[in-house]
T-cell receptor, first 115, second 111 residues
Framework: DTEVTQTPKHLVMGMTNKKSLKCEQHMGHRAMYWYKQKAKKPPELMFV???????INESVPSRFSPECPNSSLLNLHLHALQPEDSALYLC??????????????FGDGTRLSIL | SQQGEEDPQALSIQEGENATMNCSYKTSINNLQWYRQNSGRGLVHLILIRSNEREKHSGRLRVTLDTSKKSSSLLITASRAADTASYFC???????????FGKGTTLSVSS
């Protein structure tokens, strides 16, 4: 079992739908991340939140909208996605963002398919 | 752009053999990390080596780092079928910079 929980595990949506991905951790970590991973490729960073504030947005299209309501929760709101957005979306957390070398703890991801 | 590049891309070995994966990176780093990803699962952190360290061990894992060559290697000794997974190196620059993953090595261990 992972300490970072992502829901749902699978999501199929049409290009006009609005949906949200959810991520939760209770390790007291103050940095949380969203990654996108295509098949047989490495994870690509999308967003970094540090102390509930957006620290990094890697030029992600506005159809992806992150939200960090509190230190344990991270959401990714999806709207008007394209077929090429189909991928595994991974959430991760670490104790902090800016200080020192720290491993990241990953959830098992949400596999997203856009019809 | 990717920071780490692994080789080989795929590796097939028998149980009990050792597996070595290599990673090269482009810019100066603060630390380098190795992660494992089982099919359909998230990434699991294996080991972290700081830029001022040359070698680190954890159980059956041995990681080396050569900052002059901008390269690292991961050795898994006495491999098991359960080691079958994709392995990624991930390099981090200074504090506040992103962790950048390499392309990964797919390891298959057959019994």
């Amino acid at each position: 079992d992972t300490e970072v929980t992502q829901t749902p595990k699978h999501l199929v949506m049409g290009m006009t739908n609005k949906k949200s991905l959810k991520c939760e951790q209770h390790m007291g970590h103050r940095a949380m991340y969203w990654y996108k991973q295509k098949a047989k490729k490495p994870p690509e960073l999308m967003f970094v939140y540090s102390y509930e504030k957006l620290s990094i947005n890697e030029s992600v299209p506005s159809r992806f909208s992150p939200e960090c309501p509190n230190s344990s929760l991270l959401n990714l709101h999806l709207h008007a996605l394209q077929p090429e957005d189909s991928a595994l979306y991974l959430c991760a957390s670490s104790p902090t963002w800016a200080r020192g070398p720290q491993p990241q703890h990953f959830g098992d991801g949400t596999r997203l398919s856009i019809l | 752009s990717q920071q780490g590049e692994e080789d080989p891309q795929a590796l097939s070995i028998q149980e009990g053999e050792n597996a070595t994966m290599n990673c090269s990176y482009k810019t100066s780093i603060n630390n380098l990390q190795w992660y494992r990803q089982n099919s359909g699962r998230g990434l699991v952190h294996l080991i972290l080596i700081r830029s001022n360290e040359r070698e680190k061990h954890s159980g059956r894992l041995r990681v080396t780092l050569d900052t002059s060559k901008k390269s690292s290697s991961l050795l898994i000794t006495a491999s098991r079928a359960a080691d079958t997974a994709s392995y990624f190196c991930a390099a981090r620059g200074q504090a506040g910079t992103a962790l950048i993953f390499g392309k990964g090595t797919t390891l298959s261990v057959s019994s």
